[in-house]
């Protein structure tokens, strides 16, 4: 069977399908705006919808199936651990959490971990170490430090991370916003030192900015911010929960530019698509300011998670999928490139990861990625008029150029 023939192009909406949505209507909270799509059941790359029409995930939830749907060795790993112990309270310990920690933080090659769940979790809690760290080493004055930030940032979407975020639909009724940050333009590392004060304990940043469209920095960038935290005395804050973990073709994005940051910010793929899994990642210096009673999370490195993240660290210390991330990258940027001038404006990313923006005279990215979608291939749609292409890193190259096939062909249609 090719790949093409695999994807039935006939389907038509099913009464499943509607059934379903309209329940998601009545019932859920309208904060999505997703697709007509009704996942059933997935598979590496692929998801298959409730009428049995298969689609090429080429989203991979925005890096948290970087590992593919349902991998083997992870679900093998959940399952053992499901028999044994799922969830104690952080008031016992687990045989589970320490050696977790201790692989991630080897992985980081930094001295500790602090679990979290979501990616938002993550980040509200580098945000409180850094304050932390500023109030106890730095000698910050009480309530008084601040934290710079990039404009047209995605960190998440809690009270705090919207306060310091660009994005008006984010931030419209929601306030009032926490104090504290300041931004600068993505790039501009003179910006960046102006920005810096006595009071300052923290940089936040994306490496590569994925909600803005897969926005890679100038070159000298990153190691400017390395060094310009590290002369100001601040400590520099990597949000690598959808860059990091073998998505750009390395662990962490900030090793393309030779960069270590004082603190890793991590979730999506550390919990294998199975469990929500992040983690605060740095040296004792810095989580070493937490003290019993002062942050936490109930289900926190529970047993579950832990082993599975465990295991995802294994993986990712084998190689494998950085590797495959850069090798079938090269093939996706080549290829998306080759369709510049068909539609196509421009193209962004590293590795697996790309952000291509649409001649607007095509239509919306939305309206691009239901042509998408009706051609049996799942892309989201960013900033308007930008298309991201991140599938898990287990598809295969036949995959991936069928993928970019209906894309040139979506564009074609769109053209006539
Ligand atoms: C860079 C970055 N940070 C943080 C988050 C928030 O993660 P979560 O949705 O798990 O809260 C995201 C989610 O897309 C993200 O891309």
């Known amino acids: 069977m090719t790949i093409l023939d695999s994807v039935d192009n006939q389907a038509t909406p099913s009464s499943a399908a509607a059934e379903a949505i309209?329940?998601?209507d009545r019932y859920v909270a309208h904060n999505y705006a997703p697709l007509p799509v009704v996942a059933a059941s997935a598979e590496g790359a692929w998801i298959t919808d409730v009428t049995g029409r298969r689609y090429l995930d080429c989203l991979a939830a925005y890096s948290a199936i970087n590992f593919g749907h349902r991998n083997p060795e992870i679900i093998a790993a959940a399952h053992a651990q499901l028999d044994r112990l799922t969830l104690v309270s952080r008031a016992f310990h687990?045989?589970?959490l320490g050696p977790f920690a201790q692989a991630l933080a080897t992985l980081c090659g930094k001295d500790m971990v602090l679990p979290m769940n979501s990616g938002a979790e993550a980040v509200e809690t580098g945000i409180k170490v850094a304050r932390k760290w500023g109030a106890d080493v730095k000698g910050v004055k009480a309530n008084s430090s601040n934290i710079v930030v990039a404009h047209n940032n995605f960190h998440?979407?809690?009270?705090?991370i919207i306060s310091f975020s660009d994005d008006a639909a984010a931030r419209r009724g929601f306030g009032p916003f926490t104090p504290g940050f300041r931004s600068i333009d993505f790039g501009d590392h003179q910006a960046l030192d102006d920005a810096i004060d006595a009071n300052t304990v923290a940089v936040l940043i994306e490496p590569i900015q994925g909600e803005a469209?897969?926005?890679?920095p100038p070159?000298?960038?990153?190691?400017?911010?390395r060094e310009i935290c590290t002369r100001r005395n601040v400590l520099m804050i990597a949000d690598e929960i959808q860059s990091g973990l073998a998505r750009t073709g390395r662990t962490f994005a900030c090793e393309h530019w030779g960069v270590v940051p004082d603190v890793y910010l991590l979730g999506k793929a550390l919990g294998g698509g199975v469990v929500a899994l992040s983690a605060v990642v740095a040296d004792r210096d810095v989580l070493g300011v937490l003290h019993p009673g002062e942050h936490g999370s109930t289900f926190g490195g529970n047993p579950l998670a832990a082993a599975i993240g465990s295991t995802v660290v294994g993986m990712l210390r084998r190689g494998e999928f950085q590797l495959r991330s850069t090798e079938l990258g090269t093939q996706?940027?080549?290829r998306l490139r080759g369709l510049i001038g068909q539609g196509v404006v421009a193209?962004?990313?590293?590795?697996l990861w790309a952000g291509v923006d649409i001649d607007p005279a095509l239509g919306t990215g939305k309206q691009l990625g239901m042509a998408l979608a009706e051609r049996g291939v799942l892309v989201k749609d960013t900033q308007g008029c930008t298309l991201r292409f991140a599938p898990p890193l287990v598809v295969t190259a036949d995959e991936l150029d069928w993928a970019v096939d209906q894309f040139a062909d979506a564009l074609m249609q769109a053209r006539r």
């Open 22 to 24: 309209a329940l998601d």
């Open 94 to 96: 687990s045989d589970r």
């Open 156 to 160: 998440g979407r809690t009270t705090t």
């Open 213 to 216: 469209g897969v926005i890679v």
């Open 219 to 225: 070159a000298a960038f990153l190691p400017r911010v």
């Open 332 to 334: 996706l940027h080549e």
């Open 347 to 351: 193209v962004r990313g590293m590795g």
